[in-house]
């Protein structure tokens, strides 16, 4: 699998794309194609301390990220795009119409990446392809 998203880092880049025009659309998109009204927000699962819609997101482009780009150059650069993505997204929301900056989802956007960065930092120390 990973041999697949590193051969196709298009993936990585039409989510983001996509992710971006999630976040920078005034209201809610996804609650207009479902709901039919752009003010209702679909929820996955209800929030805990964070926000878990967004945590998911995050988690989710996350792990798409590291199986795309393998060298330890890539990954920094990688690191540093994610934080700087889930804080500079969430900002925005105190400019756009029908949106609005929250600390729990700026938390879920930050949590969902460094979970990620743990988990791949624990496989690479003690995981089955350590020699």
Do not use: A
Request: net charge positive; charged share 15%.
């Amino acid at each position: 699998m990973i041999k697949f998203f590193s051969k196709y880092k298009i993936i990585f880049y039409c989510i983001n794309f996509f992710l971006i025009i999630l976040y920078l659309y005034p209201g809610s998109l996804l609650g207009l194609i479902i709901y039919e009204d752009k003010r209702i927000q679909p929820q996955i699962t209800p929030d805990f301390i964070v926000s878990s819609n967004h945590f998911y997101v995050f988690f989710f482009i996350s792990i798409i990220g590291f199986l795309s780009f393998i060298k330890p150059k890539q990954i920094n650069l990688l690191i540093i795009y994610l934080i700087f993505l889930s804080i500079l997204l969430e900002i925005l929301h105190v400019f756009i119409p029908e949106r609005s900056f929250q600390w729990s989802d700026l938390t879920g956007n930050i949590f969902g990446v460094m979970i990620v960065i743990i988990i791949k930092n624990l496989i690479s120390k003690y995981g089955p392809f350590k020699k």
